[in-house]
Nanobody, 124 residues
Framework: QVQLVESGGGLVQAGGSLRLSCTVSGRILIINRMGWYRQAPGKQRELVAGITSGGTINYADSVKGRFTISRDNAKNTVYLQMNSLKPEDTAVYYC??????????????????WGQGTQVTVSS
């Protein structure tokens, strides 16, 4: 079993900041990729930011320059620092992790896991 537990959501005024955290626990071998997605009411879930085990990062264009993703491999934790928040950032934010498993030299593949989501509301 693998669990992703998020924290740090809440209500903030436009221009404010929030920091989201997500810790992966359970049966872990290698965490390849971690990321944050969001889903606003009536919209599809979209990628906000992702970071690989090697430190390669990508951001949605809408958050570049305002959000920063980072990870602490020793703690199996990924963070999302959100600055200069806008009302359009309001959404449920989900943490995601891609875990890799193997048995000796035999690859068992990658598996995706999701957190339960945390609400971020930005008031104007």
């Amino acid at each position: 079993q693998v669990q992703l537990v998020e924290s740090g959501g809440g209500l903030v005024q436009a221009g404010g900041s929030l920091r989201l955290s997500c810790t992966v626990s359970g049966r872990i071998l290698i965490i390849n990729r971690m990321g944050w997605y969001r889903q606003a009411p009536g919209k599809q879930r979209e990628l906000v930011a992702g970071i690989t085990s090697g430190g390669t990062i990508n951001y949605a264009d809408s958050v570049k320059g305002r959000f920063t993703i980072s990870r602490d491999n020793a703690k199996n934790t990924v963070y999302l620092q959100m600055n200069s928040l806008k009302p359009e950032d309001t959404a449920v934010y989900y943490c995601a992790a891609t875990l890799y498993y193997c048995s000796g030299d035999v690859s068992l593949g990658e598996y995706d896991y999701w957190g339960q989501g945390t609400q971020v509301t930005v008031s104007s």
